[in-house]
């Protein structure tokens, strides 16, 4: 061993592994794709040791896992911590693995609710991320949007996450792409991104003001080869993540934090780019810090 903490980012299709230092920094990182619905029931323990065994840890090291592990569906349920929530307040809700393999302490982080209008929303792994980013760019309070399959915007204050909402933007995409009439016009594959494509979309989807009427300008576009077929999914993207946009009370000053794959940070950096809102986008890099702040704040073992 040559690090304090070998966090995990466990979560639905991947599993990722690194050894940190102390200071949060990287020594060591591997993945693979067993995540949590890869793994067969009762096969939790068997899967970590494997991921870990590389590192030989002795009993007690400190082991944190974030992501969909700490679900229902996962190893062990982390119950989810309510909104506004700091360090402390995920390190007060971990779930300890009593049974962990050779003896380490394992500590599984909770997800975090928020409620808005009487319903519930949740999240799952992102809160590290922002906890992260707030460690790594020195920041207490802004805007923190985490594309993917369902986009998270967070808002944080003084530290802690005040609270967030959930957008399918990624979901609605896939079905719209690969499911709806849309499918009949647009070509097999995404292909690089079009930006003039992307902008246009976004831009419509602004000035539609609804989604359900915007989205079939994707067909009539192509109907009437105003739109190559090339630039079709490029303009579809566009349209999804303009609407999650038009949802938005935008920050004026300080950057949005975009978190994330490079391929959808992009996008997101572009369209807020148009509407003249500053971005600065992060990777993976914003997990690994986050599980070692998170770990500094924990008290020594009894």
Not at 53 to 69: D, H, I
Not at 167 to 192: C, N, Q
Not at 213 to 223: G, H, P, V, W, Y
């Amino acid at each position: 061993m040559t690090g304090n903490l070998i966090a995990l980012d466990w979560g639905t299709s991947s599993l990722r592994v690194a050894l940190l230092r102390a200071d949060g920094t990287v020594v060591e990182e591997h993945g693979g794709s067993q995540g949590i619905l890869a793994v067969a029931p009762g096969g939790f323990p068997a899967v970590f040791a494997q991921a870990i065994e590389r590192w030989r840890p002795a009993p007690g090291q400190l082991c944190l896992a974030s992501g969909m592990v700490g679900s229902r569906q996962g190893w062990r349920e982390a119950p989810y911590c309510p909104c506004p929530a700091g360090f402390d307040d995920l390190a007060r809700h971990l779930a300890w693995v009593p049974d962990a393999p050779g003896g380490v302490r394992l500590g599984i982080v909770p997800g975090l609710s928020s409620t808005r209008g009487g319903v519930p929303d949740v999240m799952r792994g992102e809160e590290i991320q922002v906890m992260g980013a707030l460690a790594l760019l020195d920041r207490r309070d802004g805007v923190f949007v985490l594309p993917g399959t369902h986009s998270k915007w967070v808002r944080v204050a003084a530290g802690r996450i005040v609270d967030f909402a959930t957008f399918m933007t990624g979901e609605v995409y896939a079905l719209l792409r690969k499911h709806s009439i849309l499918a009949r016009t647009l070509p097999p594959e995404d292909g690089p991104l079009d930006d003039e494509a992307f902008l246009r979309g976004a831009a419509h989807a602004r000035a539609s003001g609804s989604l359900l009427q915007a989205a079939f300008s994707a067909r009539t576009l192509a109907l009437f080869d105003a739109l190559p077929p090339a630039a079709q999914p490029s303009y579809l993207s566009g349209l999804l993540v303009g609407e999650e946009l038009r949802a938005q009370q935008l920050p004026a000053g300080a950057p949005v934090v975009l978190i994330g794959a490079e391929a959808l940070t992009t996008r997101y950096a572009l369209a807020l780019q148009a509407l003249g809102v500053p971005s600065h986008r992060l990777g993976a890099e914003a997990t690994w810090r986050g599980l070692g702040a998170l770990a500094r704040t924990l008290p020594p073992p009894p």
